[in-house]
């Protein structure tokens, strides 16, 4: 790894941290900002100025889709009345334009990919090349609204979402032992334990990148991704762009990006902007400069 690559690595690292402090409790700083500024707008069950400052409370993916099937008439009120709902969007939007970037250098989810770089390679799974985890995360994320309706049940949804139980495992390390989501840390249902195994073990510190669960079962990744393919087929917009002319087929590329979003290919190698999360791993590691991430096509 060059000196290069460990910097980036190291600047990854910090903005994650932020983005810990920013959106999860116990800090949870936008979260806890917008609680007491707007007070009175209650924030549709959002973190307030009384209440913990949750990640999965102020931008649930699920409770609006939840309000437009039971209680449409509440909906567009607790929309207005939640600003936090807008980050939501925004990200989407800011997809179209500038990538993915939350996914690879602010979301709680980038804890198991800092602490798969502690497991030895031979410890865990390969399926890069092997899985294209695309079609997977996109109908996933079908299953989840349907779930999220819900026509099943609201708690199935819930449990199978892995910024709660990052939020968890990180109030535990500050000796807050009750889970966000009710309940001890590890007294959960046998859906919520299969998901805490899944995100912290075979799809996290377990598998090559530690980005599996981002991959194949993330909903707001899968849908900054799917704006991010949207965006990435204008000319003004920032996406992974690759100069062919200084690619000498190296593939280390291939071999540094967590979310096994390059391949090699017959034109030297191909970019997956379906799981590209603009973590620009690769970036540093090329030893040609072949690759960037910018506006222009090469």
Known sequence: MTCKSKQHLRNRLVFFLVGMVLFVAPFGVILTAVGYLLPAVGLGGAATAQSEPTIHRAMCLRMPLDWAVWEQDKLIPRLIGNPLYALIFGLILFSIVAGPLFCGWLCPGTLTEHLSRLIPAKLKVDLKGAVDPAPVRYGFLVGFF?????????????????????????????????????????AFSSSSIITFLLTFGFLGVFIRGGRGWCNFMCPAGALQNLAHWVGSKLQFTYKLLLKKDKCVDCFRCVD?????????????????????????????????????YSRRES
């Open 146 to 186: 349907i779930t999220a309706a819900p026509f099943i049940n609201k708690s199935v949804c819930c449990s199978f979402c892995n910024w709660t139980w990052i939020e968890d495992a990180w109030l535990a390390l500050f000796g807050k032992t009750e889970g966000v989501t009710g309940g001890t840390l590890f």
């Open 256 to 292: 540094v990006c967590p979310t096994w979003a390059i391949l090699p290919s017959q034109n030297s190698i191909a970019i997956n902007r379906h799981i590209c999360n603009g973590c620009k791993d690769c970036v540093p590691a090329c030893p040609t400069g072949a690759l960037s």
